[in-house]
Each structure stands twice: as C-alpha cells, then as structure tokens.
C-alpha cells in the first residue's frame, strides 16, 4: 500500500522540496542540531547521545496506528528538507523515505541508514531493530554524524554513546540468558516482525511462509493456514507471537484459536509506544516472553 500511495505524492512534492532544502530546522532552536528519524526508536537513540543538543522529530510514532497504512503530509515533507541528520531503517521498509529524500537533496545532510550499516538488503526480513546487532550500530553511526555536524561537542556525543552501547548491553545479556532457558521452543507468528529476536533467542520459527504472505500483503495459500491452524490446536507450538498494529480478520481468528487451545499469546509492535527508552521497550518484551515461555506459575 505504501508504494503506490507515496508514488504519486513524491513527484507532486518534489517542487515542494526543493523550495524548502533551505528551510530553517522546523521546532530546532537556533544551536540545536535538526534530526529526523523515520521511526521512532531510532529518534529515541538519537535523543540519548544528542540531548539537548538535538531537536528530534520521529515520523513513525503511533503504535496504534498501521504503519503500512502511512502516507506523508507537507509537514513532514517540510521536516526531511530542513534536518541536517536523517536516521531511516532501509531494506524497503521506509522506501518513502527514500523517495522524498533523492526528490530534496541537501548537500550538508547526513544520512544514517541502518540496513547499510548491518548488511541488510530489500528482500531481507526488514524489522532490523529486533536484530540485537543493529542498533549499537546505529547508535556509533548517528554519534560520528552528530560529531560531524557539530565538531565542538564531539566529546559530549562520545561519552553519551558510550552510556547508551552499556544500557544496549542489558539486551544482549538478556538475551543470551533467555537463549540458555528456552533455545529451540517452538514458536510461531502472525508476522515476521519479531523474527530477528527470536533467531537471536534460539526459538524454533515455525509457519514463515503464511508470516511472509502477511507482510507482504498477499494471500496465504490454503495449506499454511491449515497447518497454524493445526499448530495451533495440537499445541505444536508453545506462543503465538501476534502484531498487534495490524488489524487482519485471518490473524485475529488465529489469535482466538491460540487462546481456545491455551497457547500463550504475546503482542508485539513495529512502533515504540510513547514515553519510553527504547532499550525499557525491548527489555519489556523479553520479559513478557520469558514469562508466557516459563509457564503460567512463572
């Protein structure tokens, strides 16, 4: 749905653009630093190794709200031309972003791509923040575009991302505990978002193909609904993992046949709700995991 919504609006806001790359940062102040992310995770890191010095505009911020659903808006278009740091996910995933930022170049603006810096490429499964490798990436690359951008407080930016990789440290230390408790329970998902986790976690994925067809928005064959099904109801899998940003009438029956067979569920997002530190989100989610693995008297 993104595709071809945003393909008509980026031609007609390339005009747009173009007058506005001068525009001054929209809600920087004068000695702040214009940073916008795609997603609001990544706003999060860039906020914690920018404190006051940057003003951080996250696009993607609603976790009640479809994220393939979204469709850009003159604010927003005004928001990329003005930001002297872009942070966006890459692998497909945010190609909108990638299409209003070639429509307004701006010669001064620093790009931080986190499918570039981990080795992802469209067609890869695009949830790359669940990845426990990525984000201390991200967190280097945006630290040394802050530090380009605003050389005097370089050793500010430095000290900052070394607290933010420690408290990033927390999540795989919890992971690696996690993986020496339930490595290779079998699990299964409406859809992939979770997937770069639980590879980290050791659990056995379960039904990728029917969570493949959900992501991308076509219909799954016969057969691998009736084989979650059958997971399902044969308690062939110990949690559903259910995307709770996307409303679908064939995942929500299959959220109702886990619970009729008691089989845990846990919602996960592809959006960060509001007021929290990406790394409490994170940390939050394994522990509401661990528990639904460990049983009802965990």
Not at 129 to 139: H, Q, R
């Amino acid at each position: 749905a993104s595709y071809f919504s945003m393909k008509k609006a980026v031609a007609g806001l390339a005009l747009l653009l173009a007058l506005l790359a001068q525009a001054v940062p929209v809600g920087a102040a004068e000695n702040q630093i214009a940073v916008v992310a795609a997603e609001n995770f990544y706003g999060d890191i860039a906020r914690q190794i920018g404190g006051d010095r940057v003003s951080v505009v996250s696009i993607m911020n609603n976790p009640d709200q479809d994220p393939h659903l979204f469709e850009t808006t003159p604010g927003i278009v005004r928001q990329i031309a003005a930001a002297q740091i872009v942070i966006l996910n890459g692998a497909n995933y945010d190609s909108w972003m990638d299409k209003l930022l070639a429509a307004g170049p701006r010669r001064d603006r620093l790009v931080v791509n986190a499918a570039r810096l981990t080795g992802y490429k469209a067609g890869d499964n695009p949830h790359l923040w669940y990845d426990p490798a990525t984000m201390p990436a991200v967190a280097a690359a945006i630290a040394d575009a802050l530090a380009k951008s605003d050389s005097a407080h370089a050793a500010d930016y430095s000290a900052r991302l070394k607290v933010t990789l420690a408290a990033l440290a927390q999540i795989t230390q919890r992971i690696a505990q996690l993986k020496a408790k339930h490595g290779g329970a079998p699990v299964t998902a409406t859809e992939p978002v979770f997937g770069p986790m639980a590879r980290a976690l050791g659990l056995t994925m379960r039904n990728e193909r029917f969570q493949l067809a959900m992501m991308n928005d076509t219909e799954p064959s016969a057969r691998d609904v009736a084989a979650f099904e059958s997971d399902l109801k044969e308690r062939k899998v110990r949690l559903l993992i259910y995307n709770s940003q996307v409303s679908e009438k064939l995942t929500e029956r299959l959220r109702d046949v886990a619970k009729r067979a008691k089989v845990p569920v846990i919602g996960v997002t592809e959006t960060m709700p509001p007021n929290v530190k990406f790394q409490d989100w994170l940390l939050g989610e394994l522990d509401v995991l661990d528990k639904a693995l460990s049983g009802p008297n965990s």
